[in-house]
């Protein structure tokens, strides 16, 4: 697989001259096909889906994938896989609910310190990672669990349930939520604030990704981790720098959660973790590391935010929701294939 | 091909004597070369005879068990291979330590990028190091139409030779390639050899790692000949001629008596046979 995908991508360049190959040879193009395609399908199939209203409820719903599969994405291409990602957008809104409901601490405090958890429990994934040399598979399938377990066991032993609510009665949590949950309306539609998050984090990780040290960095520790090392790079600082990268994300998705909807459920997040790596793909990313791009990613998620809330929309029985999904994902995937071979000089 | 007479011959590295013991196994023994300014220093070897060993000493991932190196007349010892490339003793390995799917001028400059403004706008100045990539691969007579294309469309001799053009830029006086034309054919082997040779030209010390003497014998001012750990031979190139170093390399009554087995197993008339007499004759 890995020889394929390098030859894929190895046949590309020598056309690059040519400006109109030059753009379908990008990671992104294919997703950007993709999110065309089904963006057109749902406009024509329902009449709601392209009115204001309408989009300002799919670009809600991509825009918190948007964040977590930009981050997942860089995480990729540097080679490494985090499936504790969704459980961790629970777990640091939850420490924010526990800390200033259970024991009366100021919102701000408990927002900081919960990233500060987020981002150590980041660099631990990568220490072990790297440490170790085991697969960030299983590493992060272990920290996945163990964060589920303490999500729900420690919210039940406080609260007695398996949630928290009550927190829009916490003080200053009026100062705190426009930051992560207010929303504005323009002519009928609701657009909150998550969007601009998904729009700056993507911005930012682009630039990072093409235009920094950091970058080159991630795309060479991905793509050949012993060559990195043997010119210099900072290997382990730079894969921990993505694993905290990851969490930190995850610790914004967290409180965009929380501060929409004032409450959080113990089980927030858990199963996610597939749909950031399914976005991440779609959007160019290579499973076996060292290329990818962030605006790829962010439109995988446009993508999955889309047929999300186009099923809702076409009202289709939901029951079927996940295997349309599931479905529609392949054949995006495939069409990102299909366009990345086409552009790879005339490939069959 | 045939190199230009430096007017002084600078020594930059000197071997002394150096060997190499892992426990009570000797691995290298009693090994002494010089490496000049503007010359290219052949190893040769068979697989085993300690070439990697040597290597690993000269580019500072081993210490010697005894003897030392002297750089510039001065006794030195690398603590790691960086230590060495800081001391201007490049290595560029069999894999290149290149990442196949990044353009050209990014690897060119990975580790090293060079950046222009500060704090959060630091960023890499891109324009610059493509044009400084281009114009060092065209200074070793390498025309890339294209340092945006990822180093893995290139054919192993044009990546050999980024990875050679990429440590002279970075200050190396010392080259040291290991098996650099091993895994390529013909035609290839002779495009990296004439890089050898423009690396030298520049002013290099180029130490030539290879098992092959037809490779090592056009390019090379000195050889340096090992064989199961020890040195059998440092030759400059007035004092040997090819079929010597052949003949060298593979024992010649090894290569004598290999011609009568096979005399007696194809016939005298087989051309192969008559090809390692000719070599025989040439040798004596």
């Known amino acids: ?348 | 091909m045939t190199s230009t007479e430096p007017k002084t011959r600078i020594t930059i590295l000197e071997v002394n004597n150096i060997g190499k013991s892992y426990g009570a196994v000797n691995a290298l023994a009693g090994i002494s070369t010089v490496v000049n300014a503007g010359q290219v220093t052949c190893v040769l070897g068979d697989n085993g005879a300690g070439k990697s060993t040597f290597i690993k000493i000269l580019a500072g991932a081993h210490t010697p068990s005894e003897g030392q190196l002297l750089l510039d007349g001065e006794p030195v010892t690398f603590s790691s291979p960086r230590a060495a490339l800081d001391r201007g003793i490049a290595t560029v390995y069999q894999d290149l330590a290149v990442v196949p799917l990044m353009p050209v001028w990014r690897n060119f400059f990975l580790g090293s990028e060079l950046t222009r403004g500060s704090g959060p706008f630091r960023r890499l100045d891109v324009k610059e190091m493509k044009r400084i990539t281009l114009t060092e691969l065209l200074n070793m007579g390498i025309d890339l139409r294209d340092v945006d294309q990822p180093i893995g469309t290139l054919s192993g001799g044009e990546r050999q030779c980024v990875a050679i053009a990429r440590a002279v830029y970075f200050g190396a006086r010392v080259l040291i390639l290991d098996e650099p034309t091993a895994a390529l054919g013909v035609k290839q082997s002779g495009v990296v050899l004439r890089y050898i040779a423009r690396a030298r030209d520049r002013g290099l010390g180029v130490v030539f790692i290879t098992h092959n003497p037809h490779h090592a014998f056009p390019v090379g001012d000195r050889f340096l000949l090992l064989n199961r750990g020890e040195s059998i031979g440092d030759f400059e190139k007035s004092k040997i001629t090819l079929g010597e170093l052949t003949s060298l390399m593979a024992g010649g009554a090894e290569l004598d008596s290999l011609t009568h087995e096979l005399e007696r197993e194809l016939g005298a008339d087989s051309p192969l046979v008559k090809e390692l007499e000719a070599e025989n004759q040439q040798a004596e």
């Open chain 1, 1 to 348: 697989m890995t020889t394929t995908d390098i030859m894929t991508i190895a046949l590309r360049p020598r056309v690059e001259r040519r400006p109109i190959r030059r753009v379908l040879a990008r990671p992104e193009t294919g997703a950007f096909v993709a999110a065309l395609a089904v963006l057109v399908f749902f406009s024509i199939y329902t009449n709601t889906f392209l009115t204001l209203p309408g989009a300002g409820v799919w670009l809600e719903s991509a825009s918190t994938f948007g964040i977590m599969a930009v981050a997942v994405a860089l995480l990729m291409i540097g080679g490494e896989f985090d499936l504790s990602a969704g459980v961790m957008t629970g777990f640091t809104a939850l420490i924010v609910g526990i800390l200033t409901t259970q024991f009366g601490l100021n919102i701000w405090v408990a927002a900081v310190i919960s990233l500060i958890v987020a981002l150590a429990i980041g660099a631990l994934n990568g220490y072990v990672v790297m440490r170790t040399g085991l697969p960030s598979f299983i590493v992060t399938l272990g920290t996945f669990f163990v964060l589920a377990g303490a999500d729900l066991a420690v919210t039940k032993l406080l609260t007695g349930q398996v949630s928290i609510q009550g927190m829009a009665k916490v003080p200053n949590y009026d100062s705190i939520q426009p930051l992560f949950g207010s929303s504005i309306t323009i002519g009928g539609g609701v657009f909150y604030v998550s969007v601009v998050w998904w729009i700056v984090v993507t911005a930012i990780a682009t630039w990072v990704l093409l235009r920094t040290r950091a970058g080159n960095w991630i795309f060479a520790v991905g793509g050949a981790l012993n060559s990195s090392r043997q010119v210099g790079v900072p290997v382990m600082k730079t894969k921990i720098g993505l694993f905290m990268t990851t969490a930190g994300a995850a610790w914004l998705v967290g409180m965009i959660s929380l501060f929409r909807t004032s409450t959080v459920q113990a089980n927030t997040g858990v199963g996610q973790e597939f749909i950031y790596i399914i976005c991440a793909v779609v959007g160019g990313c290579l499973l076996t590391g060292g290329y990818g791009s962030a605006v790829g990613a962010a439109l995988g998620a446009l993508i999955y935010g889309m047929v999300f809330q186009g099923i809702t929309f076409a009202q289709w029985d939901t029951n079927w929701l996940r295997t349309v999904l599931g479905a529609m994902l392949l054949l995006a995937v495939f069409l990102n294939h299909w366009v990345r071979r086409r552009a790879s000089g005339g490939a069959q």
